[in-house]
């Protein structure tokens, strides 16, 4: 399970220990990702707005990495258009923490089941979002034209890191870093980083608290 929060994870594991082995527990979502790829887990479940990586992008990361795990959602965000992103990737599970202490159990035996559960005050928007075609969206085209890693650098950016500090938590040189940041900003039509923050922000890289 993965979640910036300690006291969200305690409540998590008091929740699920009793009928599940909880086999490690993340702060962030690259630490996700390397626990995920080393315990191989049969299901995580995660918040979306981590540090470092955010929940829907250690999902992507994971499944990249072909990662079989099945996922369930935890978040405190009711906005459907992050449930949209998640079903959208896999996930099978997407459950609000003010529901979870009800929601919880049940959304595990369905995901262990190979079954989707979305919280019910929201479940019936997001299916008839995920069915039909996405409303036009401007950014959506700029939005597709960035990697993975283009995508982990904005949210870096975006999270206040120097390119000294992105450079080290990506293992790559300040300079590629600085690289990856001009290319973001002619692909996104941005000028500053505080636009890069708006739109990652808008795009659900990162949540604000």
């Not at 910036?4 to 009793?18: C, F, K, T």
């Not at 702060?27 to 790829?37: T, W």
């Amino acid at each position: 399970m993965a979640d910036d929060h300690r006291l969200v994870r305690e409540g998590m594991r008091n929740l699920l220990a009793a009928d599940y082995e909880i086999v490690a527990e993340a702060g962030d979502g690259r630490e996700l990702v390397r626990a995920a790829i080393e315990m191989r887990p049969d299901l995580i479940v995660a918040d979306i707005g981590m540090p470092l990586l955010n929940g829907l992008e250690a999902v992507r990361k994971l499944k990249d990495l072909g990662c079989e795990a099945k996922v369930i959602v935890v978040t405190m965000h009711a906005g459907i258009e992050f449930a949209v992103q998640a079903v959208r990737i896999g996930v099978l599970g997407y459950v609000l923490k003010v529901d979870a202490s009800e929601e919880l159990a049940r959304a595990v035996k369905e995901a262990l089941a190979g079954r989707v559960y979305i919280t019910p005050s929201i479940a019936k928007d997001v299916m008839k979002a995920v069915m039909e075609s996405p409303s036009p969206d401007p950014d959506e085209g700029h939005w597709q034209k960035l990697t993975a890693r283009e995508r982990e650098v904005l949210q870096l950016v975006a999270e206040g890191h120097r390119m000294a500090e992105i450079g080290e938590i990506l293992r790559i040189s300040g300079r590629t870093v600085e690289r990856h940041k001009y290319n973001l900003m002619e692909k996104l039509k941005l000028h500053t980083t505080a636009e890069l923050t708006q739109f990652a922000v808008a795009r659900g890289l990162v949540i604000p608290d």
